[in-house]
C-alpha cells in the first residue's frame, strides 16, 4: 500500500514568494490534515478536511494561507506571500474516520525556508 | 480549549537505562490519546495508542497507561536502545465525533552508549 506522498521534498524562498505544497494521501482516507512543525517542535495543525469540505482552519493564517481539496482525494496547501516565521517543514496526515482510534499517517514532509 | 503538554524538551540516557516521557492533556471530551515517534528527517510514526482507562497499551518495547483520573499518558521504556534517539510527540484526539488531532511540543530523547 502507498503511503501519504508530498511534493516538493524542499523549498527555498525569498519574503514575498508563493509557494505551493500537494499531498496525494492513502487511498480510502477520508480524512486529510495539514500540520505546520517549526524546528524542533511539536506539529501544529493548520486544517482538516473530510472528504472535500474544511472542517477546521482556525489556526490557518488565512491572510495567506490557502489550502483546497476539491474531489476529496488530493490536497493543496499554499502560501502567497511567504515571510521567514514560515520557515517550517510542512506535513500533511491522512486517516480513515471509519477506524477505531483514528490513526494519522503522515508523509514525509516538505521543508520551507524563507530568506 | 485541547491540549497536551510534554513537559521535558531534552533526555540524554545512557544505552540500558530506563526511561519515562511525561505527557498530561486537557480536554473536556472522552480522549484517544498517542504517541508518535520521529526519527532525524522522518515523518511521524504511530508508536502507541489508547483511549481505555487504566489499561496499558504495548509496542517495541515501549509502554504507556491511560489514566483519566489524572489526565496523564506517559511513555515509558524499561531499557533504552541506542536506535530509540528521536524525537516523541502525545497527541490527543478530543472525543468529540470530530478528527482533530493535537500534538504536544515534543520530547528529544538521546540515547549514548
Known amino acids: 500500500e502507498a503511503g501519504v506522498t508530498q511534493s516538493p521534498r524542499y523549498a527555498v524562498l525569498q519574503e514575498g514568494q508563493a509557494v505551493s505544497f500537494w499531498c496525494d494521501p492513502i487511498?480510502?482516507?477520508?480524512?486529510l490534515y495539514w500540520y505546520q512543525q517549526p524546528r524542533d517542535q511539536g506539529p501544529q495543525l493548520l486544517v482538516y478536511f473530510r472528504d472535500e469540505a474544511v472542517i477546521d482552519n482556525s489556526q490557518l493564517p488565512s491572510d495567506r494561507f490557502s489550502a483546497v481539496r476539491p474531489k476529496g482525494t488530493n490536497s493543496t496547501l499554499k502560501i502567497q506571500s511567504a515571510k521567514q516565521g514560515d520557515t517550517a517543514t510542512y506535513l500533511c496526515?491522512?486517516?480513515?474516520?471509519?477506524?477505531?482510534?483514528?490513526?494519522?499517517?503522515f508523509g514525509a514532509g516538505t521543508r520551507l525556508s524563507v530568506l | 480549549g485541547d491540549s497536551v503538554t510534554q513537559t521535558e524538551g531534552l533526555v540524554t540516557l545512557t544505552k540500558g537505562l530506563p526511561v519515562m516521557l511525561n505527557c498530561t492533556y486537557q480536554t473536556t471530551y472522552s480522549p484517544f490519546l498517542f504517541w508518535y515517534v520521529q526519527h532525524l528527517n522522518e515523518a511521524p510514526k504511530l508508536l502507541l495508542k489508547s483511549s481505555t482507562d487504566n489499561k496499558r497499551t504495548e509496542h517495541q518495547g515501549f509502554y504507556a497507561t491511560l489514566h483519566k483520573s489524572s489526565s496523564s499518558f506517559h511513555l515509558q521504556k524499561s531499557s533504552v536502545q541506542l536506535s530509540d534517539s528521536a524525537l516523541y510527540f502525545c497527541?490527543?484526539?478530543?472525543?468529540?465525533?470530530?478528527?482533530?488531532?493535537?500534538f504536544g511540543s515534543g520530547t528529544r530523547l538521546l540515547v549514548s552508549p
Open positions: 487511498s480510502g482516507h477520508d480524512t
Open positions: 497527541a490527543l484526539r478530543p472525543g468529540t465525533g470530530g478528527y482533530k488531532v493535537v
Open positions: 496526515a491522512s486517516s480513515f474516520s471509519g477506524a477505531s482510534q483514528n490513526t494519522l499517517y
